[in-house]
């Protein structure tokens, strides 16, 4: 089955954002398309309230829709329309029968058609009609066709563009006692709603431009500051994954305190410490099978000899040492099951702060109970030289560094002879707690101490076949897990060896 392409968080940010952005797009054309309709019904609601005041006051004062009565009403309630450009009279027919801009009114109140006199060189003066002429004709005919050909029974709002000027007009019947007499029609300059057309569109058009470019800045920085490293990130995983051997420089990273520089440090850290494991596991299985090979190799011979022999003695003897290789077989991966065991249950195990003399005490008074049901008389002492009370804190795990307190005494033990003394000395410096295992056994006879905590370390005692030559290094693992070190020397004023383990105290 083929695998689906994954689409980068990028595109899918910007697909995110070109689809909020058509649906609010759509919302604005709709927006957009409703605003002059909805500031046109504002305003002919006021034309209505105009229009019912002139058709009461025309029936109050039993007015004749006629040319002579309307103009004498015109004259005489002026201040009905004051606000207005223009209101006019018309009959059934559509005939003009009164209007306000032939009136001699106050021009503050009616725009009146004014005639533009011109003065020729000659000196002859000539008239000519005005654009307020024309627009004027052009209303009047407009009307007059609305009421012959459109007019049914219900108000018509007229709205007109004629010389960038916008003009809002409303045409409605006048009733007088439940008759229809005639036609009036309110007319006004709106440029206003035009303005305020433009600016509604400007403001989203700017507003539009700036959330784009904030979102285009933000995809820039999302595409180089977390995007890229995530993406470089997961090309080095794939790459340590696959085995590969390009070569992906990710240390750039390491420089940011942010959450990429955390992440790239961890990805990092867990990609040495899987090589390390890696490495470890291969040089152990190699290690293991070199060690089991000498006592299968012993073991053989001495079974080919086994079989050859006649002497009890001999037999005896051969015996002897086929039951102590098989014992080392046994030994070494019995050791080695539980060392891999552990090493897997490290990375669950969680730490917390916990007493390091408690420990010790608790990890001593068992193994002096043990000499004691087998009899041996080796002494084992505490010395503790820690002067503040919260100096023997360490954040570590409990039941693992009992593990490294019982494999040293263990290693002192087997190296010490009966009436021996071994010591252990806890003492602090200004960030670590020392604890030292001192014995007076016969100490080390290798020219670096060090290499005690090699795996397999094979100079031992006579029990040797009890030991894997595995507890050492694992003490050591296990202190390294506790980001503390671990030495081995032998004692300078007294006979014997002494192992010295360092580690961090708890800090608050």
């Known amino acids: 089955m083929r695998q689906k392409k994954t689409a980068s968080i990028l595109r899918k940010f910007l697909l995110f954002n070109l689809i909020v952005f058509s649906i609010l797009g759509l919302f604005t054309i709709v927006y957009l398309k ?5 500031l046109i019904k504002k305003r002919v609601a006021d034309h209505y309230i105009i229009i019912n005041n002139t058709e009461d006051h025309i ?3 039993n007015i004749n829709f006629n040319s002579e009565e309307i103009k004498t009403f015109l004259l005489s309630t002026r201040f009905l329309f004051q606000s207005l450009d223009r209101v006019q009279f018309y009959d059934l027919e559509g005939n003009l029968i009164g209007d306000t801009n032939i009136l001699d009114l106050d021009q503050n109140v009616f725009t009146k058609s004014d005639a533009i006199i011109e003065e020729s060189i000659d000196g002859k003066i000539k008239q000519r009609s005005s654009s307020d002429q024309l627009k004027q004709e052009r209303n009047k005919n407009l009307i007059t066709s609305t009421i012959l050909n459109d007019y049914q029974n219900e108000p018509i709002v007229i709205s007109e563009k004629l010389q960038n000027n916008f003009f809002v007009s409303t045409l409605s019947k006048i009733k007088i006692d439940k008759d229809d007499v005639g036609f009036i ?14 600016e509604r569109k400007a403001f989203i058009i700017r507003t539009v431009l700036a959330v784009a470019l904030v979102i285009l800045i ?11 490293p995530v993406g470089l990130l997961v090309t080095f995983s794939e790459a340590i994954r696959k085995k590969s051997t390009k070569n992906i420089d990710i240390k750039n990273f390491f420089v940011r305190e942010d959450e990429i520089g955390i992440l790239t440090k961890s990805i990092d850290q867990m990609t040495k410490e899987l090589q390390k494991r890696t490495t470890r596991a291969e040089t152990f299985s190699n290690d293991l099978a070199h060690e089991i090979r000498n006592p299968l190799a012993s073991l053989k011979s001495a079974s ?3 079989d050859k022999s006649a002497e009890k003695v001999e037999s005896e003897k051969l015996l002897k040492i086929i039951n102590h290789d098989v014992e080392r077989i046994e030994r070494l991966i019995t050791d080695y099951s539980q060392m891999l065991k552990d090493e897997a249950t490290w990375s669950r195990e969680k730490m917390s702060k916990i007493n390091l003399v408690e420990i010790i005490n608790n990890v001593v008074d068992d ?5 004691e049901n087998q009899n041996k008389k080796i002494n084992i002492k505490i010395k503790q030289k ?29 190296f010490s002879e009966e009436n021996k003394k071994i010591e252990i000395k806890i003492e602090e410096t200004s960030t670590n707690l020392v604890v030292s295992v001192q014995d007076e056994g016969p100490g080390f006879s290798e020219t670096s101490p060090q290499k005690i905590f090699k795996r397999f370390y094979s100079n031992r005692p006579k029990s040797f076949g009890k030991h894997s030559g595995l507890g050492l290094n694992i003490v050591k693992n296990i202190v390294e897990l506790h980001e503390g070190t671990i030495s081995a020397s032998n004692r300078v004023n007294n006979e014997g060896a002494q192992v010295k383990v360092l580690l961090p105290k708890f800090s608050y």
Not at 34 to 38: E, F, G, M, R
Not at 185 to 198: G, P, R, T
Not at 218 to 228: A, D, P, R, W
Request: no cysteine.
């Open 304 to 306: 080919e000899l086994l």
């Open 367 to 371: 193994f002096r109970q043990d000499l």
């Open 59 to 61: 029936q109050r004062l």
């Open 218 to 228: 933000f995809s820039l920085f999302l595409n180089k500051y977390i995007l890229k």
């Open 34 to 38: 409703a605003i002059q309709p909805n």
């Open 185 to 198: 029609a309110v007319s006004e300059e709106a440029n206003d709603i035009l303005n305020a057309v433009k």
């Open 386 to 414: 820690i002067n503040s009370k919260n100096g023997y804190y360490i954040l570590g795990i409990e039941n693992r560094l009992e593990q490294v307190i019982a494999n040293l005494l263990d290693n002192s033990i087997s």
